[in-house]
T-cell receptor, first 114, second 118 residues
Framework: AQTVTQSQPEMSVQEAETVTLSCTYDTSENNYYLFWYKQPPSRQMILVIRQEAYKQQNATENRFSVNFQKAAKSFSLKISDSQLGDTAMYFCAYDQTGANNLFFGTGTRLTVIP | KAGVTQTPRYLIKTRGQQVTLSCSPISGHRSVSWYQQTPGQGLQFLFEYFSETQRNKGNFPGRFSGRQFSNSRSEMNVSTLELGDSALYLC?????????????????FGPGTRLTVL
């Protein structure tokens, strides 16, 4: 069974600084997707970034980038120039291609300090 | 394009009752998945529907059921409610073609329905 592990329950970062959130996963599949979602206090789950396993290039979305290490089954999220609006719960998630069945980690609560 | 909508947003029920939650996907999206979020168990997959057929189901009792209509809207039903069913229920939609074409499997979430069972 697929498992997703986020070992950092809480993190904080100063505004404008950079922070990295860790995620590891376990799967025997070769084709899959990995995602980072954020859930602010409103509880709305918002897609941050996604990575297709077949792509070697790390995904980037503005201030958000990932470090995808397929062999190590590691998928970390780097947030640059942190903003107050980045304060949220961040979830790492795995989805086997075509399954539409997301496996989530337990989340990392990120607080951006002004 | 409008996002995923869920109704109602908040619901209070008592033990033993049943409840129906509704989800309207993003226009053009054919797959709808449901998740339960609780402080103790985190986010757990309930089931996924595509073209009115349940394709995938999580490890939940038979009290949890769902369906999808021809317009891709979906409902989930929980019968004989228990205190432990209190949770945020999230619905997500994706394009999800039959071929599972790479690039179409991102799920977009609705705002959720907060269910409280007393």
């Amino acid at each position: 069974a697929q498992t997703v592990t986020q070992s950092q329950p809480e993190m904080s970062v100063q505004e404008a600084e950079t922070v990295t959130l860790s995620c590891t996963y376990d799967t025997s599949e070769n084709n899959y997707y990995l995602f980072w979602y954020k859930q602010p206090p409103s509880r709305q789950m918002i897609l941050v970034i996604r990575q297709e396993a077949y792509k070697q290039q790390n995904a980037t979305e503005n201030r958000f980038s990932v470090n995808f290490q397929k062999a190590a089954k590691s998928f970390s999220l780097k947030i640059s120039d942190s903003q107050l609006g980045d304060t949220a719960m961040y979830f790492c998630a795995y989805d086997q291609t075509g399954a539409n069945n997301l496996f989530f980690g337990t989340g990392t609560r990120l607080t951006v300090i002004p | 394009k409008a996002g995923v909508t869920q109704t109602p947003r908040y619901l209070i029920k008592t033990r033993g009752q049943q409840v129906t939650l509704s989800c309207s996907p993003i226009s053009g999206h054919r797959s709808v998945s449901w998740y339960q979020q609780t402080p103790g168990q985190g986010l757990q997959f309930l089931f996924e529907y595509f073209s009115e057929t349940q394709r995938n189901k999580g490890n939940f009792p038979g009290r949890f059921s769902g369906r999808q209509f021809s317009n891709s809207r979906s409902e989930m039903n929980v019968s004989t409610l228990e205190l432990g069913d209190s949770a945020l229920y999230l619905c997500a939609s994706s394009l999800a073609t039959l071929a599972g074409v790479l690039g179409t499997d991102t799920q977009y979430f609705g705002p959720g329905t907060r269910l409280t069972v007393l």
